[in-house]
């Protein structure tokens, strides 16, 4: 029987008593209504209470008694450290986001002050929604604008034009960053016509490791010219630059050693910025077998910063066969092998006095210097203030040194880099405590790379050429100062020293690389990938991710949608 034809059949009593409960049962029903609105409202009250109590209990906070300028001075400040990703669920929110979420007037005085809203990193960090709110805060400040990677799609490309393009009078420093070489040929015909009349920093980073087939496009950028652009990084691609008067040009390593850019198309991008360049480094592949022969060296005559990476030799590249450094003061050479450290020496001895009478600065670190290395080196270097030399690699290059004062003091004559005057040591590995003279009673005696360096510092100060400054450099530097400084104490030797643990400014340790506004934008890049990757790891079918032929995840979930701050 149903319950319809059970109430259809109820008594008087029974159906007054029904009706009953039910009144009160609609009545109670409202009363909780009123009661939970009721409760809403007091927790509402409650809260505004709570909120007025502390704004007036941070009245009395030192830091509530700061004018505005000075806080939002600090504010500018807490932005510069780099913190690693380390959730995998959520990227993190960006300093200036947090600093406005601590109290109503933290958050008044980040909003009204633009410059802590001009960087954008898109779609890293900040989706479109973000991106708007903070194009809207930054009130016509100067941007710094880091697009990529994964930026191909139609929506991405439009909002790029959108927002980006159109405010490209605005951008004083912008970054491509992406991972295939289809971003990049994406990204440049947005750019290409569009004029950069304030952009200053410009960096084009492309991670493809595929080998490339066929002739590779050279993409131009800024054909309307950026006049004020003075620092330009580029990874190993043919890239035509804008009109520009550059001081600094670095190639980076990327795309790696597959990838090797030509030697016509490194000159291409070279030669718009000879007359202005004063800092080059060169880290990326280049491909030098198939030379002209006779043609000339490129004329760098403000070149002051020379850097090599031994990547760009490997594939037969002479550097000074291709440009030329009349005015050089620095150079400083990396992981190069020993055949093209040999052929870098004989052209400076071959050339000097002409190419080599500013030299300053000489760094070798960690390269594969001959044993047999003569005398001519230092003639040719004889203005040479500072040596840079990396500890276990280069123990020749300061017994060559050792030898030469040792001589000069003999015959009464001046040494050989005469003005030497600092001396730094690369410390890239932990000191070997074994010693030659294992059969030796003296207990006390230094390691043998200390004792030729203390040789090295009474020498100087025999000859009467002491040394200024020894620094000593590297991730193992500090264990190493400390025993050679005890050392010093020990021997009444009176030198200044100093630690320095950033030896490079591509160092990939945050806590020890010089803040440059390039590794920012490296870190920042590589944050996120290894977020995306750990991301993907921690959430695909069955533990097993899914891998790219480049050695990237394959996202299968759609990445979660930044708030808008």
Request: hydrophobic share 40%; with cysteine; aromatic share 6%.
């Amino acid at each position: 029987m149903s319950s319809t034809s059970s109430v259809s059949f109820l008594d008087d009593d029974s159906q007054r008593e029904l009706d009953d409960l039910n009144k009160r049962i609609n009545a109670l029903q409202e009363r909780k209504h009123a009661l939970t609105f009721e409760a809403f409202q007091v927790h509402t009250t409650i809260r505004t209470l709570q909120s007025r109590a502390a704004h007036i209990t941070n009245k009395t906070a030192p830091v509530s008694r700061l004018p505005s300028d000075v806080l939002a001075i600090i504010f500018e400040e807490s932005r510069r450290p780099l913190i690693p990703w380390s959730n995998l669920v959520k990227r993190p929110l960006s300093p200036e986001v947090q600093l406005s979420h601590v109290s109503s007037r933290w958050r008044e005085v980040a909003l009204s002050t633009p410059a802590l809203w001009t960087t954008i990193r898109f779609p890293i960090l900040h989706k479109e929604a973000a991106a708007m709110a903070y194009l809207q805060r930054c009130n016509q400040a100067p941007l710094h604008v880091h697009i990529g990677p994964r930026i191909s799609d139609p929506d991405s490309l439009r909002f790029i034009t959108a927002q980006f393009v159109s405010r490209l009078n605005q951008i004083r420093e912008l970054t491509f960053d992406t991972d295939e070489r289809q971003e990049l040929c994406a990204l440049f015909p947005l750019f290409a016509d569009a004029p950069a009349s304030t952009l200053r920093r410009l960096k084009i980073c492309c991670n493809d490791t595929r080998g490339a087939s066929g002739v590779v496009p050279r993409l131009d950028i800024f054909k309307a010219g950026a006049p004020l652009l003075s620092d330009i990084r580029l990874s190993a691609l043919t890239v035509g630059l804008p009109q520009c008067s550059a001081t600094t040009l670095h190639l980076e390593p990327q795309p790696g050693p597959g990838n090797p850019l030509s030697r016509l198309a490194f000159l291409d991008i070279l030669a718009p910025l000879s007359a202005t360049l004063t800092i080059l480094h060169l880290k990326g592949f280049i491909s030098g077998f198939h030379q002209e022969p006779g043609s000339a060296p490129v004329e760098l005559p403000a070149l002051k910063e020379l850097l090599v990476y031994g990547n760009t030799l490997n594939h037969g590249f002479n550097v000074f066969r291709n440009i030329s450094t009349p005015a050089i003061t620095t150079l400083s050479l990396v992981n190069v092998r020993r055949q093209g450290l040999s052929s870098i020496h004989k052209f400076i001895t071959r050339t000097s006095p002409e190419h080599f009478q500013h030299l300053r600065t000489l760094r070798y670190i960690n390269c594969d210097i001959d044993d047999d290395l003569d005398v001519y080196l230092p003639h040719a270097t004889s203005a040479l203030t500072e040596l840079a030399v990396s500890v276990k690699h280069h123990t020749h290059l300061l017994r060559l040194l050792l030898n030469s004062d040792r001589q000069a003091a003999l015959h009464g004559v001046p040494p050989l880099w005469r003005n030497l005057h600092t001396l730094t040591l690369h410390v890239s590995k932990p000191l070997d405590r074994e010693r030659e003279d294992v059969d030796s009673d003296e207990e006390d005696d230094p390691p043998p790379t200390m004792g030729l360096l203390l040789e090295v510092v009474q020498e100087r100060r025999a000859v009467g050429r002491p040394l200024d400054l020894l620094r000593i450099e590297g991730p193992h530097a500090r264990s190493f100062y400390e025993e050679f400084t005890t050392l010093l104490v020990k021997t009444h030797e009176e030198l200044h020293t100093e630690l320095f643990s950033a030896s490079l400014p591509s160092s990939i340790d945050v806590q020890d690389s010089e803040m440059d506004w390039a590794f920012v934008a490296y870190y920042i890049g590589n944050q996120y990938r290894l977020f995306m990757f750990k991301k993907h790891q921690q959430f695909a079918p069955h533990g097993t991710p899914a891998i790219h032929p480049r050695g990237l995840p394959v996202m299968a979930y759609p990445s979660t949608h930044a708030q808008v701050p």
